[in-house]
């Protein structure tokens, strides 16, 4: 009976303290998974701003010369760069702004689908100016966008291709 109790202690005793074994490791890892997300690279807000400058310059070029298909692609790159912002740099006061450059976006977006020259413009300039009051707002107003007036890349051709 001695030797029964003294087996079914010790079962009791190891079964008991597995789980907090269980537990540590299980903390260690997701100690070591936090220390390694923590290392991961992530985009800093001006890298997100080059982007979409390039983009905002590929925009303008496609859309006087009527490659809308290239327009398309221009802006949504944008739009994509905007969704990253909000997304992987929330913590900046210039995140908080962000969001006045969705109604510019989606009218532009429409000149587009409705492949409108002077709407195309139109918009571009609202766009244009709406970026220059989100740098303002956060006193970035030494950063002023403007209409291009070279292309960014002397290896890209703007014009529509024969397929489109």
């Known amino acids: 009976m001695k030797y029964i109790t003294l087996v079914l202690s010790t079962i009791t005793i190891l079964s008991c303290s597995r789980p907090l074994d269980q537990d540590k490791v299980l903390q260690n ?3 070591s998974l936090e220390m390694k997300l923590a290392d991961t690279y992530k985009p800093g807000f001006g890298e997100f701003m ?3 400058q390039v983009h905002h310059n590929k925009l303008w070029y496609a859309g006087i010369n009527q490659n809308w298909a290239l327009a398309d692609f221009e802006v949504h790159e944008i739009m994509e760069a905007i969704a990253d912002i ?13 969001y006045m450059i969705d109604p510019a976006l989606d009218s532009i977006n429409e000149a587009i689908r409705q492949q409108d020259p002077v709407a195309f413009k139109s918009k571009y300039v609202t766009l244009t100016n709406t970026c220059n009051e989100c740098h303002r707002e956060p006193k970035f107003e030494f950063n002023v966008v403007k209409i291009p007036d070279s292309p960014p890349f002397s290896n890209q051709d703007f014009k529509p291709s024969m397929g489109h």
């Open 29 to 31: 890892r997701v100690d």
């Open 86 to 98: 909000k997304k992987y740099q929330k913590e900046r006061v210039e995140s908080e702004l962000i």
């Open 50 to 52: 080059s982007g979409i």
